[in-house]
């Protein structure tokens, strides 16, 4: 499974860096949504972020730069990975089966 990358956190910092919105453990969560970030990842991730002294006046590419230096936070985006939850919607009436996924037949 893919990890969160550098470039796609330089993305979300950088967003938040240009619209002035504090990088804390809850902002992180926000931007993180489509993806698996539990109660002890965020803060750390928010900690070590804030270690980086990035500013608004910096790009994206060199936010990327300063995320891909720093060992902490390469070591916690290898942990957190994409959401993968399915939502299946279905209308069934009469017989039969009614199957939201990879039927088994044995």
Request: hydrophobic share 40%; aromatic share 4%.
């Amino acid at each position: 499974m893919e990890f969160l990358s550098a470039a796609i956190l330089s993305g979300f910092v950088y967003d938040m860096l240009k619209h002035n919105v504090s990088i804390t453990a809850t902002s992180i969560k926000e931007k993180l949504k489509g993806w698996i970030v539990d109660e002890a990842v965020a803060p750390a991730l928010a900690e070590e972020i804030e270690k980086l002294s990035l500013n608004d006046e910096m790009s994206e590419k060199a936010i990327e730069r300063k995320l891909l230096d720093s060992c902490e936070i390469q070591q916690i985006l290898s942990s957190i990975q994409p959401n993968n939850t399915t939502v299946i919607t279905q209308n069934h009436s009469g017989t039969g089966d009614n199957v939201g996924g990879n039927k088994i037949i044995r």
